[in-house]
């Protein structure tokens, strides 16, 4: 997992890679001068890091008093250096109720966050391999209502399937599979939790952005594509998208 910190002796974020393949901004103070300025010095550093770089803005590391987070500020700032806010990722309320104000996904708690690893220093006993838990299966989620600008809809552990149009501006995201039976004009993220064997499958492929397990194309990529404007299957394969005709 890549990691660049600020090397300021008062730092104010760091940039983590994350399962996702999306990079996560952490911040550790509400402190927007600083960010700006710590930002503009890491893209002098390295600026093909810096371009349209897909941002979850992690917010959870904040202390309790810092103070209400300007997020449409925060954005700006990280916009100007070239990161791109996909959603935060937040446990205090003032922050969560800003990013629902502005249509901005307000992510699960993740277990691809670092996690501390202890040096083995002596052979631990074979232990017999646990039964894997099985998996929670949830059941698809159908939206027969077609999807409005600025609405968002969320299919947890499982598939999302809308039988209607999805208008610019709207987001659908899933853990699992996204299915779109109508023109999708909008924003489509399946495998958001990581699941690399997500498909998005789109009768009329005309969104503003398609993404699986962090992986992402927006419209300028997509209208060059022959395939827009068709019916589409989009899968991954390594870090690639691929669209072939259904």
């Keep these: 997992m890549s990691q660049i910190e ?4 008062d ?11 999306i990079t996560v901004l952490e911040l550790a103070r509400n402190n927007l001068d600083a960010l700006d300025r710590q930002l503009a010095a ?3 550093q390295a600026p093909n890091f810096f371009s349209n770089t897909p941002l979850v803005l992690a917010l959870d590391k904040l202390p309790a008093d810092d103070g209400a987070v300007d997020l449409p500020g925060l ?9 791109r806010t996909l ?8 922050d969560i109720a800003a990013a629902i104000a502005i249509d901005l996904p307000v992510l699960p708690p993740s277990g691809a966050r670092e996690r501390p690893v202890d040096p083995v220093e ?5 232990k017999i391999p646990e039964k894997p838990p099985e998996p929670v299966i949830r059941p698809t989620r159908v939206i027969t209502a077609p999807v409005r600008g600025g609405q968002q809809i969320y ?12 208008s610019p501006g709207a987001e659908l995201l899933a853990d699992g599979n996204i299915h779109v039976y109508g023109p999708m004009r909008g924003r489509a993220l399946a495998g958001i939790k990581g699941d690399t ?4 499958f789109c009768q009329q492929m005309v969104a503003e952005l398609i993404s699986i397990a962090g992986q992402y194309k927006v419209s300028e990529d997509l209208r060059r594509d022959p395939a827009w404007g068709s019916g589409v299957q989009i899968s991954l394969t390594g870090d690639v998208l691929n669209i072939t005709r259904l």
Excluded: W, Y
Aim: with cysteine.
């Design 155 to 166: 299919a947890q552990g499982g598939d999302l399937v809308v039988i209607a149009a999805v």
């Design 197 to 200: 064997t997500a498909r998005i």
């Design 11 to 21: 730092p104010v974020f760091q940039l983590k890679g994350s399962m996702l393949a």
């Design 6 to 9: 600020s090397q300021d002796q």
């Design 42 to 44: 890491k893209v002098v």
């Design 87 to 94: 959603a935060i990722r937040a446990n205090r309320i003032e």
């Design 75 to 83: 954005m700006r700032v990280c916009r100007q250096h070239g990161l």
């Design 122 to 126: 002596t052979e631990a006993p074979k």
